[in-house]
């Protein structure tokens, strides 16, 4: 667009100007703009990230869940299989979240078999899965499809953040299984002081049933939402001032897009499950205290006798070292070991710390404890 100034004759190219303009700028306001730019091309021009790409084969489905083994055809040395259980929050593909920093390509590459047991996203017709139909229904057919397809005697089963805690109610309710080895990453067992989460949902100011009466599922928003309220300046505004602090590594862009994908694609939280969930554990404390009732049958942890390696993050305020570790206290393991690492919740199992730390932490055990 060319603009005439009165009858000067003079000509105004917008383009042209700031360009000028922006040569006369100190170089630190230059530097300053250059970033911003960046910053802007990152959230609104950079494709989404391809995550979850180590390969795999879909070998048993139920509902929207599906039971994945990975590299089926690569050389497994590692005897034992690893069942891996997610939560029923969020997408699986965290412990597979892009080459080079994923716990399953890691795992794999060192020869261990390693199967993922994926929930799917459900629906509103699943609003009244419970958590008892997960533990005994789904757990038990995949632990049994893992041992036929492995043509093993004995399972390793690793359940990460609330993965973890059905793992041990299923692994107690069934002591009679071939459960050699347990990883716990991140779960939580004790909720006597689960901080500001037991505050936000205290049975004296929060309508549990009223909540999942009128919406069915938990919407992923609201689970995001409580999470993020934890330490709201660090979770809403701080991934935006680290970006625009580190936009110029390409490395740092990478794994930030990646974590802000997988932060945002949560899934509906089934509203029996999350009732049971809410009230069981934040409210009344019933797993460590042995007042937990699945499936009409009462849950011991001392039924656990597997070899265990529980592991917390230093950082992690979703479930705090003071959760994780009174578990060890309860079940009557003899091998049984418990390890704080310098993360947090997501990041023990993502980025460089998990890379270096947990990944090995795990190898090193799982090979120790699977002869």
Known sequence: MHVHKGGMGMVYSPVKDMDQIFDTLPEEVKKSYTRYKRVSDVLTKNPEPLVGQTHKKVIWTKNKAKLYHYQPAKQKTNKVPILMIYALINKPYVLDMTPGSSLIEYL????????????GTPGHEDKNMKLDDFILD?????????????????????GYCMGGTMTAIFSALHPELPIRNIIFLTSPFDFSDTGLYGHFVDERYFNLDKMVDTLGNIPPETIDFGNKLLKPL??????????????????????????????????????????????????????????????????????????????AGEKDHIA????VKPLLDKVSSKNKAFHVMPTGHVSIVVGGTAVKKTYPLIHEWLVKNSK
């Open 108 to 119: 794999t590459n060192k020869g261990h078999d390693v199967f993922l047991l994926d929930w």
């Open 138 to 158: 789904y757990i038990p057919r995949a632990v049994k499809k893992v041992l036929r397809t492995a043509k093993a005697d004995e399972i390793t089963l690793l």
């Open 234 to 311: 660090v979770n809403y505004i701080g991934p935006y001032v680290t970006l625009a602090d580190r936009v110029e590594s390409e490395p740092f862009v990478n794994s930030w897009l990646l974590m802000q994908k997988w932060v945002h694609d949560g899934i509906p939280f089934p509203g029996e499950a999350y009732r049971q969930w809410i009230r069981d554990f934040y409210q009344q404390n019933k797993l460590i205290n042995d007042e937990l009732v699945i499936g009409g049958e009462n849950v011991r942890l001392k039924n656990i006798k597997a070899n265990i390696l529980n592991i």
């Open 320 to 323: 705090t070292p003071e959760q």
